[in-house]
């Protein structure tokens, strides 16, 4: 379901009205919990069995300040190898350095990958722009693109592609020189894309965001999602390409409050199917 101007006013008077005012715009909005999935791959080298995957997404910079100095907290601590940024972490071009400065610390000892969602388009931040940006961080930006990481002689290959909702997702250009026995990790902002990715040999991880799991959760009213989420709220669904995991976010849009949807910070541990 859309969520337009008018439903997010909606939703804060409810928030207020219940009360939960104080909480929603101060603590909660700030709070980032660490989930720590398990997911089975099929196909996954015996190399990769147990790589940690830490996703960012939906930091939406320069606000979320709080947020967002908690996730690389967080990363600093569990130490992932690779991280994934995928998407809306940039809402205004004038606050690229902050962009950068958040990306440099935010990274796998391993690989960091980015991808562009609808926000970095609405600010018109431009491809170009967003791959200078963060190869001065040292991560390395993907549109309709896929990087290979090797161990051992082993491959798995992390394939990013343009926002759904903004840009244009292709996915041959972004699978092209992929082995179709390769195990692969996609990186699509906007969920309402995964069931168009295709079937390979194996199944594969999908990761998203785009929808901060409706963020404003209140008793009787539906959740609040935007444009190109499709079905899909938040947490683990299976769609032909494998398993999709859809994470709540580190930041918040439109109203700069939570209720009953604190944000997240995904670290998954990759394991053989």
């Given at each position: 379901?859309?969520?337009?101007?008018?439903?997010?006013?909606?939703?804060?008077?409810?928030?207020?009205?219940?009360?939960?005012?104080?909480?929603?715009?101060?603590?909660?909005?700030?709070?980032?919990?660490?989930?720590?999935?398990?997911?089975?791959?099929?196909?996954?080298?015996?190399?990769?069995?147990?790589?940690?995957?830490?996703?960012?997404?939906?930091?939406?910079?320069?606000?979320?300040?709080?947020?967002?100095?908690?996730?690389?907290?967080?990363?600093?601590?569990?130490?992932?190898?690779?991280?994934?940024?995928?998407?809306?972490?940039?809402?205004?071009?004038?606050?690229?350095?902050?962009?950068?400065?958040?990306?440099?610390?935010?990274?796998?000892?391993?690989?960091?990958?980015?991808?562009?969602?609808?926000?970095?388009?609405?600010?018109?931040?431009?491809?170009?722009?967003?791959?200078?940006?963060?190869?001065?961080?040292?991560?390395?930006?993907?549109?309709?693109?896929?990087?290979?990481?090797?161990?051992?002689?082993?491959?798995?290959?992390?394939?990013?592609?343009?926002?759904?909702?903004?840009?244009?997702?292709?996915?041959?250009?972004?699978?092209?020189?992929?082995?179709?026995?390769?195990?692969?990790?996609?990186?699509?902002?906007?969920?309402?894309?995964?069931?168009?990715?295709?079937?390979?040999?194996?199944?594969?991880?999908?990761?998203?965001?785009?929808?901060?799991?409706g963020q404003i959760l209140l008793p009787f009213l539906p959740a609040p999602t935007p444009r190109g989420s499709g079905r899909f709220l938040s947490g683990s669904y299976e769609v032909p390409a494998g398993q999709l995991y859809v994470s709540r976010g580190v930041g918040t849009s439109g109203l700069r409050a939570r209720v009953n949807c604190p944000?997240?910070?995904?670290?998954?541990?990759?394991?053989?199917?």
């Amino acid at each position: 379901m859309p969520m337009s101007r008018r439903r997010w006013l909606a939703l804060a008077a409810g928030v207020a009205g219940t009360g939960l005012a104080i909480e929603a715009f101060g603590p909660w909005a700030r709070d980032v919990r660490l989930a720590r999935p398990e997911v089975r791959l099929p196909g996954l080298p015996e190399a990769f069995d147990g790589l940690r995957v830490a996703q960012v997404t939906d930091v939406h910079l320069p606000a979320n300040r709080a947020a967002a100095a908690r996730a690389v907290e967080m990363l600093a601590a569990e130490r992932p190898d690779v991280v994934l940024h995928t998407g809306d972490l940039l809402e205004d071009t004038d606050s690229v350095d902050v962009l950068g400065a958040f990306a440099r610390q935010a990274r796998g000892s391993l690989a960091t990958f980015a991808v562009m969602g609808n926000w970095e388009w609405w600010a018109r931040l431009r491809p170009e722009a967003a791959r200078e940006a963060y190869a001065e961080a040292g991560v390395q930006f993907l549109i309709n693109e896929h990087a290979v990481v090797e161990r051992d002689g082993a491959r798995l290959a992390f394939i990013g592609l343009d926002d759904a909702v903004r840009g244009r997702p292709d996915v041959a250009r972004a699978t092209a020189g992929v082995a179709l026995g390769d195990a692969r990790v996609w990186m699509a902002h906007a969920p309402g894309f995964a069931p168009l990715l295709p079937r390979a040999a194996h199944p594969a991880l999908v990761l998203s965001g785009h929808t901060h799991g409706g963020q404003i959760l209140l008793p009787f009213l539906p959740a609040p999602t935007p444009r190109g989420s499709g079905r899909f709220l938040s947490g683990s669904y299976e769609v032909p390409a494998g398993q999709l995991y859809v994470s709540r976010g580190v930041g918040t849009s439109g109203l700069r409050a939570r209720v009953n949807c604190p944000a997240e910070l995904p670290i998954f541990t990759l394991r053989r199917g």
